[in-house]
């Protein structure tokens, strides 16, 4: 990273003056998603470009890379050096990407060709480029792997994307955007939805790469925590505008727009309190294709006045002429809070923790879950043991891989446990008929991580959320009764969204309708399996919002699973840390939190974005990606990562002990003394 106590000096390497981008409808009126912007990025420099999903990043990216939709009609200038990319041809546009200009996108998965191994796909841009041969381009190929971090770099290149895991295809993507050493990367939600330590390796490598290649770097995502320590400045954008811009210590000791502060109490951090409420910002996206003459945050703004819904705000500048804005009435510094007569953005509501009952509703015991496999058998969970209390919430967490999802889809026997016992309520699961536990089930629930994909597309949400009555014998009539109050109790409209498709709603709507469809049938345990981990923060904010107030007001059990430790910690009263299929450490929140005892959990709670780019964060890297599941390491499976590890740990398993009241963990070398 650029020291900071340095002005970041330079000419622009990148400029974009006015643009525009209009994209035609049905109705007539164009939506406008990005609406007269304008940028400089200073070569050698990181800009993080922030906002919800919808506020017209990705499509500013794809304006300035030229692969807008062929309907789009886009305005303005973009010069790249003295190139100005809106007069080239499709021929001289294709020279430029990837050689001067390349992107990494969001889902690597999609990016990659799923059927050309990712060596070939690496090669093709520097042997079209740079006119490589074969053998050269294949040296560059394998290097490009290993500069990225992948293990076995030559072995790895003649794999298929799928063979790989995600934070590795990740890897795999920048590699093909690096492979011409290009002068502008743009990252576009690069890290979204990824585990926080392989998130935390992603953006290392990235600012590794940027400081020893001298490029220029725009990284864009919704999480004010995760662009805090990586960039130099930090634009804000909302319905297609820029609404603020500054160098990034400036912004956030001083920032202005109403908007940048809602984003910023958004984010669930490691200090957070247990069950606190996070700010959200009210109301949804603004429509991109209203009229010009308004601020568009103004419909969701607290300080909003009829002056800011009848007239455009110019930029203005704040601590100096590098940080600009535009709002009518800012924030001021005394303790960063709206000027006199305006109001905060306020919590959705008032919550309080429920305490839990002393007897356990659900028990597990030993739970082993497998799954067959080309080259033999995967013991995704192994030996895992915990219990939940009425009221109760446990937080689960882990990298992808560890087995948390395989936990959770088998404590609702979907399917049934290899080995153990999942005891509800003093009933043994297993050992119930197809017909008994059919009539089970609306006592036990899930919320899946993908919420779209989870409803039926071709059913009204209305239909969808009254599906569960209606197959347990209600009529259709009292169930779509039924099911419009309980969308009104998580907050959506049934007379707007009641009729539309599952597609036709955003994630977080969609996520509302999945826990409505959840909790109409009356359950006792909430199972959530990442419910947020692709949600923009201020809808996250609103669906953990949400889950807390449900729980306490059902009195539900709730286990919420997730890989992100700060949003676990605002939810949760106890936290289970799963490493490999195994439980390496559970406790109390707050003392697991404050007093780790593995290094594991040391490790993940390390990797929460820190919002602030003047604090100081421990390192997260973690050597080395998930040991193969097929051939875990013998002892403890932690040791080939961990930074303590000594003979002991490869010949043997440390076992469950106490630390502490609440606490327990499996380590021969813990960072606590018992």
């Known amino acids: 990273m650029v020291d900071r106590d340095v002005a970041v000096a330079g000419p622009s390497l990148l400029r974009i003056e006015g643009l525009s981008v209009a994209i035609p409808t049905m109705s007539g009126r164009p939506v406008r998603p990005v609406d007269d912007v304008t940028l400089d990025v200073a070569r050698s420099t990181t800009l993080g470009l922030v906002g919800e999903s919808g506020s017209g990043k990705s499509m500013l990216m794809r304006a300035i890379m030229g692969i807008t939709p062929p309907t789009a009609s886009v305005t303005g200038r973009i010069w790249l050096g003295d190139t100005e990319l809106g007069s080239c041809t ?45 053998a050269a381009t294949r040296e560059r190929t394998i290097d490009l792997l290993d500069r990225v971090g992948i293990p076995e770099p030559a072995r790895r290149a003649s794999q298929f994307p799928h063979e790989l895991s995600g ?14 050493d290009p002068e502008v990367l743009i990252a576009d939600e690069a890290t979204t939805a990824l585990d926080v330590t392989v998130q935390q390796q992603i953006l290392d490598l990235l600012a590794d790469i940027q400081t020893e290649r001298k490029m220029t770097m725009i990284i864009v995502s919704h999480d004010l925590g995760v662009v805090a320590s990586r960039t130099d400045r930090i ?14 210590d400036d912004l956030f000791a001083h920032r202005r727009h109403q908007y940048t502060e809602a984003l910023l109490g958004a984010v669930p951090h490691r200090n957070i309190a247990r069950h606190s409420v996070l700010t959200t910002v009210p109301g949804s996206a603004p429509d991109l294709a209203g009229p010009d003459a308004e601020c568009r945050f103004a419909p969701r703004c607290p300080a909003a006045t009829e002056r800011c819904r009848s007239e455009r705000p110019e930029f203005v500048n704040g601590v100096d002429s590098s940080h600009r804005y535009a ?3 800012p924030l001021i510094d005394d303790h960063r ?8 953005v306020q919590p959705e509501i008032a919550l309080t923790s429920v305490a839990p009952r002393p007897d356990a509703l659900l028990r597990v015991d030993d739970l082993v879950a497998t799954f067959k496999v080309r080259g033999g058998v995967v013991q995704a969970v192994s030996g895992v043991s915990f219990d939940i209390m ?15 999802s395989t936990t959770a889809r088998r404590l609702a026997q979907l399917p049934p446990q290899d080995a153990g016992t999942v005891r509800f309520d ?24 993908d919420p779209v994909a989870s409803l039926n597309p071709r059913r009204s949400i209305r239909a969808c959320v009254a599906e569960g009555l209606v197959v347990r014998g209600t009529g259709k009539s009292e169930a779509y009764s039924l099911a419009d109050g309980m969308l009104r109790e998580v907050g959506l409209d049934p007379d707007v969204i009641g009729d539309k498709k599952p597609f036709q709603l955003s994630g977080g709507q969609c996520q509302r309708a999945a826990i409505a469809r959840a909790i109409i049938l009356g359950p006792s345990l909430l199972i959530c399996d990442e419910p947020v981990s692709s949600l923009d923060v201020s809808v996250r904010a609103q669906v953990l919002n949400l889950l807390q107030r449900i729980k306490n007001e059902h009195g539900l059990a709730m286990l919420f699973v997730s890989h992100d430790l700060g949003v676990v910690r605002n939810i949760s009263d106890r936290v289970a840390v799963m490493y490999l299929g195994k439980i390496v450490e559970i406790g109390d929140a707050d003392v697991l939190y404050d007093s780790p005892a593995h290094p594991y959990t040391q490790t993940l709670i390390n990797a929460i974005p820190e919002p602030d780019p003047l604090a100081e964060q421990e390192p997260s890297r973690l050597s080395g990606e998930l040991p193969s599941p097929l051939a875990p390491p013998s002892g403890c499976r932690f040791r080939t990562r961990c930074p303590r590890a000594q003979d002991i740990c490869g010949s043997v398993e440390p076992p469950l002990v106490e630390f502490g009241p609440g606490q327990v963990a499996a380590c021969h070398f813990p960072l606590v003394e018992r």
Not at 235 to 242: K, N, Q, T
Not at 337 to 344: F, I, Q, V
Not at 390 to 404: A, F, I, Q, R, W
Request: glycine fraction near 12%; proline fraction near 2%.
């Open 90 to 134: 499709p021929k001289q546009l294709r020279s430029i990407w990837g050689r001067r200009i390349a992107m990494v996108f969001q889902d690597s998965m999609s990016s990659l060709n799923p059927v050309v191994r990712v060596g070939r796909q690496i090669g093709e841009s520097a042997r079209t480029h740079l006119g490589l041969n074969r």
């Open 167 to 180: 934070g590795m295809r990740q890897r795999v993507a920048i590699a093909v955007a690096l492979a011409c």
């Open 235 to 248: 634009a804000v954008m909302y319905g297609g505008r820029i609404v603020e811009t500054a160098k990034t």
């Open 327 to 329: 709002c009518f009435y």
């Open 337 to 344: 809070r709206p000027a006199a007569g305006a109001n905060t």
């Open 390 to 404: 009425s009221g109760e919430t446990l937080g689960l967490v882990g990298e992808s891989g560890c087995g948390k």
């Open 426 to 449: 003093g009933v043994e699961l297993s050992d119930l008929s197809a017909r008994d536990l059919r009539a089970l089930r609306s006592r036990i629930q899930l919320v899946l991580q």
